[in-house]
């Protein structure tokens, strides 16, 4: 018995559909952070905006376990994860350190605040943002600087090295 042609016809439609149809590898079209970094007088404080399953799934793995179902994230290894994948190092190269701030989840982003001390200016202080770039090779991170009202941009890939942010002492 033969299918009644409307419904051959439809299913066709829905096979070429699928085959036309875009597949991608992941949720989001695009992969990127946003990082909002404020220097003031003897801080730098910096707020990280990550999509929630990406930053899940990395602050997993690197804590070395399943990414949870809700995209959760525990604060200590979210900490850690930031810790190794966010650097600022003073003029003579020394690593900053980092000091949790808040971890804040609204519906599918993670706002996650860090800050250091500087105890010798901001002169030659330098960041990188390898944020999320072992998970997706396209990964493009955006820092935006507020350096005593002066704004600017650094974009961070995979490839980038460390830049300038601190030009006063």
């Not at 250091?116 to 200016?121: E, I, M, P, R």
């Not at 002169?123 to 999320?132: E, M, P, Q, T």
């Not at 935006?144 to 002492?169: K, M, N």
């Amino acid at each position: 018995m033969t299918a009644p042609p409307f419904r051959a016809l439809a299913a066709a439609c829905i096979a070429a559909t699928m085959l036309m149809t875009p597949r991608v590898a992941s949720a989001h079209a695009i992969h990127t952070t946003l990082t909002v970094l404020t220097i003031t007088p003897g801080a730098v404080t910096f707020t990280v905006r990550s999509f929630a399953d990406d930053f899940s799934s990395s602050v997993a793995r690197h804590a070395g376990h399943a990414m949870p179902r809700d995209s959760s994230v525990r604060a200590d290894e979210a900490t850690r994860y930031v810790r190794a994948q966010f650097a600022l190092h003073d003029a003579g190269g020394r690593a900053l350190t980092l000091e949790p701030c808040g971890l804040r989840r609204e519906g599918g982003l993670y706002f996650v605040c860090f800050r250091a001390v500087l105890t010798a200016g901001m002169g030659g202080v330098r960041v990188h943002n390898r944020i999320l770039t072992e998970l997706h090779a396209d990964q493009v991170n955006i820092v935006q600087v507020d350096d005593h009202g002066a704004r600017r941009t650094l974009l961070f890939t995979r490839a980038s090295t460390p830049r300038l942010i601190g030009s006063r002492s």
